[in-house]
Nanobody
Framework: QEEVAESGGGLVQAGGSLRLSCVGS????????TGWFRQAPGKEREYVGG????????YYAVSVKGRFTISRDNAKNTVYLQMDRVKPEDTAVYYC?????????????WGQGTQVTVSS
């Protein structure tokens, strides 16, 4: 059984940066691909991007490509989402999830989310 927890959310001005962390507590964390998702009020959950289990491959949604970067440190059981040049439309609750794919697909273990608010 895996558990993950997100942290690092907060209030940031448009154009600024924020780094989110996703920390896993299980012994098999490093064998899973990890995806990042977000959900804004009144909207459906949206796939942001993902990273393969070994960190070699990443994939991003068009809306964040070139601004967000996903990386991981398996020695620390942690995956990061570096958010640069943020925009007000990036405001949402951000979730990380573990699964067999780093692209859109089935994810098995989800965190509780962390709020990101971008002020204009």
């Amino acid at each position: 059984q895996e558990e993950v927890a997100e942290s690092g959310g907060g209030l940031v001005q448009a154009g600024g940066s924020l780094r989110l962390s996703c920390v896993g507590s299980g012994r098999t964390f490093s064998s899973y691909a990890t995806g990042w998702f977000r959900q804004a009020p009144g909207k459906e959950r949206e796939y942001v991007g993902g990273i393969s289990w070994d960190g070699v491959s990443t994939y991003y949604a068009v809306s964040v490509k070139g601004r967000f970067t996903i990386s991981r440190d398996n020695a620390k059981n942690t995956v990061y989402l570096q958010m640069d040049r943020v925009k007000p439309e990036d405001t949402a609750v951000y979730y990380c999830a573990l699964g067999s794919t780093y692209r859109r697909g089935q994810y098995d273990y989800w965190g509780q989310g962390t709020q990101v608010t971008v002020s204009s």
